[in-house]
């Protein structure tokens, strides 16, 4: 049975690697900075391990799930002359160039790489009914599938590298658009004596219910913005789609203006909590 290696226990990565943990057969070894995060998963069942090398050298399977494109390309960087032989399966959000850039690397040195980002949010890490957007080449997906299960209840080859990357941004945009007007549609309702109970009642009757609103509302009426899933995360993935829109030379304005509330929102001291806090950015609790 392979061993699997985890790289970057965070509020996601820390419930994905528990439940390999749980239902891997094989050793899983573990590596984060942040020390207390090893310590916990070690009193799950992980191997600790005291850097990425030791990770890479003692895994056959090596699993990262880092905050930026920075991160992830520093990590390769450093373990790159031990991948021969090795599966690499980056789940981070990261601009899907450099994750292309990243497989290419590890291709030459005679490892194999995919992308493989999730969508929802900490409950669906810890349940491990994420959903996960894979881009490899077919042959490879087959394999890493049993691997990703352990993780995700949903998942989904989208194309060759980079192309799950494409989608998880592709995502996490619409989103963002669908909350965006789901903010500023419930202020407008609240000006006119509508609650956000109500609000979320009627529209569930007709053609404008959505997964955010329906399961949001309770949050945003008792305005609790306890992190889930951060403002400063989303707002890294509509920073990596302004990119791409640029690239590509899509025209895309209602992606624009949601990234300007985010833009506002970081401004304004938001980044650390909950995204749907973009709720206080279009109500106004700090315009001047």
């Given at each position: 049975m392979k061993n699997i290696g985890f790289i970057g226990l965070g509020i996601m990565g820390e419930s994905m690697c528990e439940n390999i943990v749980k239902k891997h057969d094989g050793k899983v070894y573990c590596f984060d900075l942040n020390a207390a995060q090893v310590k916990k998963l070690e009193s799950v069942g992980a191997i600790p391990a005291s850097n990425n090398v030791e990770v890479a050298k003692a895994s056959d399977v090596i699993i990262s799930m880092l905050p930026r494109s920075e991160h992830v390309r520093s990590v390769y960087e450093e373990i790159m002359p031990y991948l021969a032989g090795k599966l690499c399966i980056d789940m981070s959000t990261i601009d899907p160039d450099v994750s292309v850039e990243i497989a290419s690397r590890v291709k030459e040195e005679g490892g194999r790489f995919l992308d493989a980002p999730v969508v929802k949010s900490k409950p669906a890490a810890i349940s491990g009914t994420l959903g996960i957007y894979v881009g490899c080449d077919e042959e490879l997906f087959d394999e890493v599938l049993p691997i990703l299960k352990y993780m995700g209840s949903n998942v989904i080859r989208m194309g060759g590298n980079g192309q799950g990357l494409v989608m998880k941004i592709c995502h996490n945009s619409l989103v963002a658009e669908i909350q965006n007007g789901v903010n500023e549609l419930i202020v407008l309702a609240k000006k006119y004596g509508i609650s956000i109970e109500d609000?979320?009642?009627?529209?569930?009757?007709?053609?404008?219910?959505?997964?955010?609103?329906?399961?949001?509302?309770?949050?945003?009426?008792?305005?609790?913005?306890?992190?889930?899933?951060?403002?400063?995360?989303?707002?890294?993935?509509?920073?990596?789609?302004?990119?791409?829109?640029?690239?590509?030379g899509v025209k895309a304005p209602g992606l624009e203006n949601a990234k300007r509330v985010y833009d506002r929102g970081m401004k304004q001291g938001y980044a650390k909590e909950d995204f749907r806090a973009t709720f206080k950015v279009v109500r106004g609790d700090k315009d001047e």
């Open positions: 609000f979320a009642k009627a529209i569930s009757y007709g053609g404008g219910q959505n997964f955010y609103l329906d399961g949001q509302w309770k949050n945003l009426e008792n305005e609790n913005y306890a992190t889930a899933f951060s403002f400063e995360n989303m707002h890294k993935d509509l920073t990596i789609a302004a990119r791409m829109l640029e690239l590509s």
